[in-house]
Every structure is written in structure tokens, then in C-alpha cells.
């Protein structure tokens, strides 16, 4: 209704809601929603040229053409476009759709490509929300078989960090149309992003059954590296950058490399690729945000708050901005470090006003620069709603921060034992178990998993690396009648 506030499926994060909003809007006709005619209010209004442009010989007006074909296919298959590619495909998709407003294919499209956009410039409060409207005018001009719009959904879920969400619009989805595996990778997402692996590894099965190719290598590393298959998913990713057409393609798929390589504490491998990820496609932000961490780790901070500043200029995420607020604070520098906490804050409020959830960020910010009894508050609501192991790991920080060392530990068993769920090899996770260890007394354990923090990774953090080097002094060497770690009476 015009002049309503939305009500948005990807905003909500409870999966009953969820489901009334997919039964209501696939089902029923008698639906309350936004008029076309208002959805058309929300396209951007085209501004006069000053002058008419010169008529485009015939084979550059075809050439255009074939490239607006290229890049819609590629938007609508999740496959990875430049930034100024992205941007021509909304301002023409926009101005098609003023002349031929049913076009459900073009709608699912144009929302599509918002929800890329709004990844790729954090400019979240503005275009995930004509991201919806646009994938729901493509729904209601086309309710049954558009799976599209329905995959354009569960994408902007996902971006929302509305795992429950992407999770009810995906298998929505599939139940439509089981054998269109676009789908499956943005469902893989959600599962994560739920906790739910082994639905995660189910569904990379039937993909991998359904569909080959670099989109699907990619997939299958990130589920590879959740199960922590290193190796395996160094392997994958790096077959995707081989096979992938694109310059953009292959920048993603580089990035991801770097990420892996990172992680596991390679940080020339990890350079390499993230700067081979900027070469590729200079819109690479989260590359040179990995260039940051990166050479901060080597010791190279001039350097690291270069490629930080540029990331955080036209990608203004909260998480970079922590970040560079820590490596700030390493250095000793507490103003500037302050005013990108602040920052943090500030991004995190504007992403709400797009629908968008960065209660996890906001809680490991809390945590340790803030206040921690409100992380555990936020937290403790973000694991209620998507279990996953990142938010364990976190609340079990924030719990110890608060100190509640006993719970703590239980989720720190989440994050770091697979046989409770956890199989992603992290520094960052080994750290927060070994220090929460540390204060239950448990120092076998505490000694184990801070020797394994700063061996996957010995600059995991300009400010909790040191600090397990500083602990790790503290417990000093292990008798020699110590029982094994992990056969520690009472805790493992």
C-alpha cells in the first residue's frame, strides 16, 4: 500500500513469519501489497541529457546490447560482474521497465542486481529495499514458476544475514522447480549461516549431481572449509579461478584463495592472491580489506592502513571498520581508533535501516570495546534465531567477558569441537576457547588451544595474537606428569 511501511520476509528473522509471508504471497491473490504503479514510484527518476547523444552505429548498439544480455544472465545465475557493469545493467533495466512494467523477468533482474549492489557498495538502506519491491513486483506479475524472483529473494536473505528466511523463499524455491540449480548455492548459504551442516553438505551433493562448473567448485571449497578440509578446499577454489571466462569471475574466486590462504596462516600466499583479486577487478574491496589484514600481520601497518582506508572509502563495512579500529588501537593510536568504533556503530544502525542484521559484528564489538553485557544480550538473541558457528563462537567471548566462564565454555566447544558442530580450523576460535580454558583453570586444554591459535595463524589479530602469546607465557611449560589434553577429567 502506498505509503506503507514494507513489510519485508527478509527483515523479520522468525521462520513462522516467514512461512505465512510465502503461503500468503504464492497462495492467495488477496494479498496486501504495493501497487505496480507505486513500484514504478521507486525507480529512480531518469535525469534529461543536456544534449542528445549521437546515434550508435549499428554494430556498437548491438555490441551494448549483447553485453546487457551478458550481464543479466550473469546476475541472475549469481555469477560475478564488475561494479560499472552492475551499474549499467540497473540504470537500463530501470529505464525498460518504465515502458514495459510486467516484464517479470526484467523485475526479478533488477532486484537481483540491486542486492549485488548493495553488497558491493554497503549502500544497504537504499538498495535493499528497492531490492524487494522490485523482486515482489516480479513474484505478483509472475507467482508460479518464477524462480528468478524466488532465487533474488533468498539472495537478498542471505545478504540481510536473514538466514531463517533464505531458508523458507529457497525451498520455496525448489519445490517449484528441483532441478534449477541456481538455487542450490544460496541455500547452501542459508544452512550455513543456520548451523545446519549437514543440510549444507546434502544439499552440495544433489548441486554437484545437478551441475558443474567454477560456480560450483567455488560452493563446494566454502562447504570444504567448513568441514575443515583445508586442502580440499584450497584445491576447489583454485580450480574455479582457473575455469571461470571472466576478469570479475576470477577476481571473487582469487579472493576467496586469499581468504583460505589466510585462515591458515600463509600471508605470502594470501598477498598474492588478494592483490592478483584488486589487479583483476579494482572494485575489489574485500580483497584490499585482506590486503589490510594481511600486512598488518607482517608487520607492514603504513601499508595495511592504506588498503583499510581504500576498502572502507567505497565499501563502508562494519567489520572493516573494526578492524581498523584494532589494528589503530594496537598501535597505540586510541583516537583514531575510537572514531571507527564509533563508526562501527554508526554503519551498523544505517544497515539495519535496510533490513540488513550486523548483530554479530556489533556483539564482538561490544565484547571487547564496549559493553559486554549488551553483547551477550544481542548475541545470545542472534543465536535464537541462526545458530551458526561464528555466532557461537562469539557469544561464548562475550560470555567470558562477562564472566560467565562455564557457559562460555560450552559454546567455545561449539566453535572448536567437531563433535559439537564446530569443524572450521580457526585462530581467532582456538584463542577464545584457550582463554576461556585459562580462567576455568583447564590448563592443559588452555595450553593446547592457544599453541593452535598462533600455529594456524601467528598474526591472527594485531591485538588477541599478542595476548596469546601473553598468555601462553603466563601458563609457562607443562609438567611433565600433565595427563594428554584432551583427556582432561570433567571437561573433554
Not at 147 to 168: K, M, Y
Not at 419 to 437: K, P
Request: aromatic share 6%; charged share 25%.
Amino acid at each position: 500500500m502506498d505509503g506503507q511501511p514494507m513489510t519485508s520476509v527478509a527483515s523479520t528473522g522468525r521462520p513462522g513469519t516467514g512461512r505465512r509471508v510465502v503461503r500468503r504471497l504464492l497462495i492467495t491473490s488477496g494479498v496486501a501489497c504495493i501497487t505496480l504503479g507505486g513500484t514504478l514510484m521507486l525507480l529512480p527518476a531518469e535525469q534529461p541529457a543536456k544534449a542528445p547523444p549521437a546515434p550508435a552505429p549499428g554494430a556498437q548498439a548491438q555490441a551494448r546490447a549483447r553485453a546487457l544480455a551478458r550481464a543479466q544472465a550473469a546476475v541472475l545465475g549469481g555469477v560475478p560482474v564488475t561494479l560499472p557493469e552492475l551499474t549499467t545493467l540497473i540504470g537500463q533495466r530501470e529505464t525498460y521497465l518504465r515502458v514495459h512494467p510486467k516484464d517479470a523477468l526484467t523485475w526479478a533482474a533488477l532486484g537481483t542486481a540491486y542486492v549485488e549492489q548493495g553488497r558491493r557498495t554497503a549502500e544497504v538502506a537504499y538498495y535493499y529495499p528497492r531490492a524487494e519491491e522490485a523482486l515482489r513486483t516480479s513474484l505478483r506479475t509472475r507467482p508460479k514458476g518464477n524462480t528468478e524472483a524466488l532465487d533474488g529473494l533468498v539472495a537478498l536473505a542471505n545478504a540481510r544475514r536473514d538466514f531463517p528466511a533464505a531458508r523458507e523463499w529457497g525451498e520455496e524455491a525448489l519445490k517449484q522447480a528441483p532441478k534449477h540449480w541456481t538455487t542450490y548455492p544460496l541455500l547452501i548459504d542459508a544452512y550455513t549461516g543456520l548451523g545446519d551442516y549437514k543440510k549444507a553438505r546434502s544439499t552440495l551433493d544433489k548441486l554437484m549431481a545437478l551441475h558443474k562448473g567454477p560456480a560450483v567448485q567455488a560452493r563446494a571449497s566454502a562447504v570444504y572449509r567448513d568441514r575443515g578440509w583445508r586442502e580440499d578446499a584450497a584445491a576447489t577454489i583454485a580450480d574455479a579461478a582457473a575455469g571461470v571466462q571472466t576478469p570479475a569471475e576470477r577476481a571473487v574466486y582469487q579472493e576467496r584463495a586469499g581468504q583460505l590462504a589466510w585462515e591458515r596462516g600463509d600471508l605470502q600466499e594470501a598477498l598474492r592472491r588478494f592483490r592478483e583479486a584488486v589487479r583483476l577487478d579494482p572494485d575489489q574491496r574485500t580483497a584490499q580489506a585482506g590486503q589490510g589484514r594481511v600486512l598488518a600481520a607482517l608487520g607492514r601497518t603504513g601499508e595495511a592502513l592504506t588498503a583499510y582506508r581504500a576498502a572502507l572509502a567505497e565499501q563502508p563495512l562494519p567489520q572493516y571498520a573494526l578492524e581498523l579500529g584494532e589494528l589503530y588501537q594496537s598501535l597505540g593510536l586510541e583516537q583514531e581508533a575510537r572514531e571507527q568504533y564509533d563508526r562501527v556503530r554508526a554503519r551498523v544502525g544505517e544497515a539495519a535501516a535496510g533490513g540488513a542484521d550486523e548483530e554479530l559484528v556489533l556483539g564482538q564489538f561490544e565484547a571487547d570495546h564496549g559493553d559486554p553485557v549488551a553483547a551477550v544480550e544481542r548475541l545470545r538473541e542472534e543465536w535464537s534465531k541462526q545458530p551458526g558457528i561464528a555466532v557461537a563462537d562469539a557469544l561464548g567471548w562475550a560470555l567470558h567477558r562477562v564472566g560467565e566462564d562455564d557457559e562460555a565454555l560450552d559454546f567455545a566447544k561449539i566453535a572448536t569441537d567437531k563433535t559439537a558442530g564446530g569443524g572450521v580450523r580457526s585462530a581467532l576460535y582456538a584463542y577464545h576457547a584457550g582463554t576461556i580454558e585459562q580462567q576455568l583453570d583447564l590448563t592443559g586444554t588452555a595450553r593446547r588451544h592457544l599453541q593452535e591459535a598462533l600455529r594456524i595463524n601467528p598474526g591472527f589479530s594485531p591485538l588477541a595474537a599478542p595476548a596469546a602469546r601473553e598468555a601462553l607465557t603466563q601458563l609457562g611449560e607443562p609438567p611433565a606428569d600433565e595427563m594428554p589434553a584432551d583427556v582432561e577429567p570433567g571437561r573433554r
